[in-house]
Every structure is written in structure tokens, then in C-alpha cells.
């Protein structure tokens, strides 16, 4: 049982303790949001309002509640326009604290009574046999690469994120909690989450608020892991000492700073990148800290930050606009924002990466790479390929 009620609708969030799930996944109803790091996070089940992202913070201040804490908007939002995109105000929410607890937080109209805690259906059988399918090849992809590089030729622009797609089809519908858990297991240190049947593992902070600190982890300057222990640690120190790279990471550092200095004091950036080891990738990654000035709320930051050069390129709209003439997709909501806002303006919001959309027996995955001045087609074609494969374990490699 769900409601959907309209955002002036009068809402009461109540909460209470829970024994703690054997498995979160469990509480993740149909349609649901999933948020999990490192043995803690939430799920949804049902809604009780949907409201635009750049009016959450009004109905999120009108919901009553208890002690508890406070009612949480949640949403995947689309690349090109994440203000305007939908945010659910979930009817019910199980948490997961890291250190043991749980609660659940169930919103309804005033006069209804709670929503009453939804569990998944047995699962089915796994599929079985798979075809994938590219959206280009790595002709097409040289050609686009080399188009880029002649705009930065010209003095055009200095970065272009090209992104592609794959499509896996397979004998049987996929199993959203399973591919969950298995971006769970694997993906460790990255938000794993899931709106609906868009879901993915990303490792890229956009922005976190926590009363008045806000911390962003921008990445960008990428290398694949390597197939052993000299291997990789060889990669790492190519990456540290890439020139190319470095560059590539300046400039998003020092874009993402100048966004938060519009909203925030006290900004401070690393000087320089530390190297984040995923499962598949090695990342460049520099932490920036600011103190909340404006009183922008995390979802507010988040629709301000992007897109940042490590997703869409620089300038901007000289960048985003010959992406969308080679790519040959819409990107839908992979590399926007994902994440949450509560009633204090609190949340997290992660770049929506490593990502794919599944309905039913078609997943479509997407992974891009960053061009600048001296950008190999091959070298970027790999690069995505180790990107596209987080997700693609978790669909079809139990």
C-alpha cells in the first residue's frame, strides 16, 4: 500500500526503530530508491509526493514529523536539466546505520494511517545467455575523438567528455536486487544505488552537506587497473605523473571550487590529487571543503555544480553542444546528479556513473572519457570499456 498525494498536501512523517534487516535490499519496494555505502544506506517503497528538484526544500519544510529524522526527497536527475527533474518523497524509508540499527520512516497524508512495511517477491530464475551491442564501434569512436581534438585545435574548447553506449539483452528479465547486490559486494568505497530501474555505483561525490560543511570529491585523470600487483602500482605512477592528466584534473578542481565559492566561504582544495583504487579504475581525486554561506540546500549545490568539466567538458555549452551532435543518444539521467536532500537541507548527491538502465531484459549502459590536447582515441576506448564494466559483471557474471 502506497500514497501519492499532490506537494501542498498536508504530511506526516513518523519513525520508529526496527530490528535490522537481514538483507536492506529486502525493503526496496517496485520502482523504489537505494542508497548504500559501506554497509550503511536506506531504500524506498512507494511515494507520498513528487515534486521538482528546485522546489523540494518547500515541501520537505512543510512535512510534520517526530523526533525522527528528517523526511528525505531522493531521485536520479537528468543530465540536461536536473532542476526541472522529479524528486519522490518516498511513503516509506528503511535506513541501515553502519554500526548496527535500523529504522523505518513512514509519511502519509495527515488523517491516514502509516504505510505498512513492504517486502519483495520471491525472485525468479537468473538469465542465462546474453548479447551485447555497442552503439558504435572504435572507428566510429576515433572519428568522434578526432573531432574533438580538432575543436581544441582551433581554440574552440579545451575538454569534451565523449560518452557511449552498450545494450546487454537477455533471455530472461534482470533482477534489479541481484544486480544491487552485486555492485554492493564489488563496488566497494562507491554509492551504489538504484532510482527505479536506473541504477549504477558511482565513485564521484558531487556534493555533501552536513549543517553548514559542504565537501565535494571531484575525479577526473583516469587509468585501468592493472592484471597484477606490479602492473597496477606501475599504472598508478604513470597516472601521478601524467602531465596530460593532471591538467585534465586542475581544471575540474578548479571549476567545482569557483561554483562552491558562489555559495559557500572558506573554500579550501587540496593542492594535490590523491589516487583513488576502484575495482576497475584508478582515479585522480581532489577533496574541496567550504563553509555553507547562502543557505543552499545539498540538492541546490548539486543543480549548481553541474555538469562539471569531468562530465560534460569546458567551456560548457561550447562542449555539451558538439557532444550532442556525436554521441547520438539522449544521455537520460547517466552522469547527472543522484541522491538525497532532507528537510534541513542536508544530503549526498553522487555523479550518476557507472550506471546503466534496466527494463526488463534490456540494460543500456553508458560510460564516457574525458578528451583533451593530446587524447588517443584506443587509449580513451579502453578507458571506457574499464568503465562499462562494473556494471556489466553485475548483469551478467554472477
Not at 128 to 137: I, K
Not at 157 to 172: H, I, P
Amino acid at each position: 500500500m502506497s500514497y501519492e498525494a499532490s506537494p501542498a498536501a498536508r504530511l506526516v512523517a513518523r519513525t520508529r526503530e526496527i530490528a535490522a534487516p537481514d538483507d536492506l535490499l529486502e525493503a526496496l519496494g517496485p520502482s523504489g530508491f537505494a542508497w548504500m555505502r559501506d554497509g550503511e544506506g536506506f531504500v524506498t517503497s512507494g511515494v507520498a509526493a513528487r515534486v521538482r528538484a528546485d522546489r523540494a526544500d518547500e515541501l520537505l519544510a512543510g512535512i510534520e514529523r517526530d523526533d525522527g529524522p528528517a523526511p528525505l526527497a531522493v531521485g536520479a536527475l537528468p543530465f540536461d536539466a536536473p532542476g526541472g527533474g522529479e524528486l519522490v518523497v518516498p511513503a516509506q524509508l528503511v535506513g541501515l546505520r553502519a554500526g548496527g540499527g535500523a529504522w523505518v520512516t513512514e509519511i502519509s497524508p495527515h488523517d491516514a494511517p502509516p504505510v505498512p512495511l513492504e517486502r519483495v517477491a520471491a525472485r525468479g530464475p537468473e538469465p542465462g545467455r546474453f548479447v551485447v551491442r555497442r552503439s558504435s564501434d572504435p572507428q566510429d569512436w576515433a572519428a568522434a575523438v578526432e573531432t574533438i581534438l580538432a575543436a581544441i585545435g582551433r581554440g574552440e574548447l579545451q575538454k569534451a567528455v565523449l560518452a557511449r553506449q552498450a545494450t546487454v539483452e537477455a533471455n530472461r528479465p534482470f533482477d534489479l536486487h541481484r544486480v544491487l547486490d552485486r555492485l554492493r559486494a564489488r563496488q566497494a568505497g562507491c554509492f551504489v544505488f538504484a532510482d527505479g530501474g536506473f541504477v549504477g555505483a558511482s565513485p564521484e561525490l558531487l556534493v555533501a552537506r552536513r549543517g553548514d560543511r559542504v565537501v565535494s570529491r571531484p575525479m577526473a585523470g583516469t587509468v585501468a587497473r592493472g592484471a597484477t600487483e606490479t602492473d597496477d602500482a606501475l599504472r598508478v605512477e604513470a597516472l601521478a605523473g601524467s602531465a596530460k592528466d593532471a591538467w585534465e584534473h586542475r581544471v575540474v578542481v578548479d571549476a567545482v571550487t569557483a561554483a562552491l565559492a558562489r555559495h559557500c566561504s572558506d573554500v579550501h582544495a587540496g593542492t594535490e590529487p590523491e589516487i583513488a583504487r576502484l575495482a576497475t579504475v584508478s582515479h585522480l581525486v581532489t577533496t574541496i571543503t567550504g563553509t555553507i554561506a547562502d543557505g543552499s540546500s545539498a540538492v541546490a549545490l548539486a543543480c549548481s555544480l553541474h555538469p562539471t568539466p569531468a562530465v560534460g567538458g569546458t567551456p560548457t555549452g561550447t562542449a555539451l553542444a558538439l557532444l550532442r551532435d556525436l554521441e547520438g543518444f539522449d544521455r537520460d539521467r547517466y552522469a547527472g546528479p543522484v541522491g538525497w536532500v532532507d528537510a534541513t537541507g542536508d544530503g549526498q548527491w553522487a555523479v550518476g556513473l557507472r550506471s546503466g538502465r534496466i527494463d526488463g531484459a534490456t540494460a543500456t549502459i553508458t560510460a564516457g572519457a574525458g578528451i583533451v590536447a593530446g587524447s588517443e582515441p584506443a587509449s580513451e576506448w579502453a578507458e571506457t570499456q574499464a568503465k562499462l564494466e562494473p556494471m556489466l559483471q553485475a548483469l551478467i557474471r554472477p
